[in-house]
């Protein structure tokens, strides 16, 4: 069982994820309602992929995806950034700062499982 982290302060928009992970099989979903949740959980899960959103409460995707990509135990794990925040700044920022893939809400589900399928054979 693979394991995706989902990083979504919207409860409404995580079920939705959390879904779409999960419906693929073979997939398990961990769930964080905030940036620092997340982080919190990065050591204690063996994590084969992030899924974030970028406005959170306390940390931000953008931190987070700074944080993965600064470390040397995490920097390996695939990051999706899913966002409504569809500016090219945003997206731009998020591609440099070393997200993947970079996922415009409302999202369509079966673009996202392909996605992670293509990162996750
Ligand atoms: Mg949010």
């Known amino acids: 069982m693979k394991k995706i982290l989902v990083a979504e302060d919207s409860a409404t928009m995580r079920s939705l994820l959390v879904e ?10 961990i769930e964080a309602a905030s940036g620092f949740e997340a982080l919190r959980l990065l050591p204690r899960e063996a ?3 992030i899924i974030t959103d970028i406005n959170m409460p306390d940390i931000n995707g953008l931190e987070l995806v700074s944080f993965v990509r600064q470390s040397d ?15 090219q700044r945003d997206r ?24 992670i399928v293509k990162y996750l054979p």
């Open 20 to 29: 779409t992970v999960e419906s693929l099989g073979g997939f398990q979903a």
């Open 47 to 49: 994590l084969d992929l």
């Open 73 to 87: 135990i995490y920097r390996h794990i695939p990051i999706f950034i899913v966002s409504t925040e569809g500016s």
């Open 92 to 115: 731009d920022k998020g591609l440099a700062l070393g997200a993947n893939e970079y996922v415009v809400k409302p999202f369509d589900p079966r673009q996202l499982q392909e996605l």
